[in-house]
């Protein structure tokens, strides 16, 4: 089993910045891919982007790439989400997950592992 926690979120002002945190425990995820999504009012969850434990770049949704950053600490199984320049469309549900196979990531099906989510929300 693998637990996630989300944190960081809260309110901000718009151009404001956040970074939300995702920390993991419980099984090896050497291997694993750890993602990003958001869910905003009344829509779907939507992916962000994604890193792996293992080393290599993140990568993003077209949309998301240049204001939001994805970075790793291996060493205290964490990782981020930089968000800056913040606009109110960006108020949703933050989740981090874990592809344990690190297969279709970019969809909501291929993680097996969720937290449960932080608020983010953002102010005119």
């Known amino acids: 089993q693998v637990q996630l926690a989300e944190s960081g979120g809260g309110l901000v002002q718009a151009g404001g910045s956040l970074r939300l945190s995702c920390a993991a425990s419980?099984?090896?995820?050497?291997?694993?891919?750890m993602g990003w999504f958001r869910r905003p009012p009344g829509k779907e969850r939507k992916f962000l982007g994604a890193i792996t434990w293992s080393g290599g770049s993140p990568y993003y949704a077209d949309s998301f790439e240049g204001r939001f950053t994805i970075s790793r600490d291996n060493g205290k199984n964490t990782m981020y989400l930089q968000m800056n320049n913040l606009k109110p469309e960006d108020t949703a549900v933050y989740y981090c997950?874990?592809?344990?196979?690190?297969?279709?990531?970019?969809?909501?099906?291929?993680?097996?592992?969720w937290g449960q989510g932080t608020q983010v929300t953002v102010s005119s």
């Open positions: 997950a874990a592809a344990v196979l690190g297969i279709g990531t970019r969809s909501t099906r291929g993680y097996d592992y």
């Open positions: 419980g099984r090896d995820l050497r291997s694993a891919t």
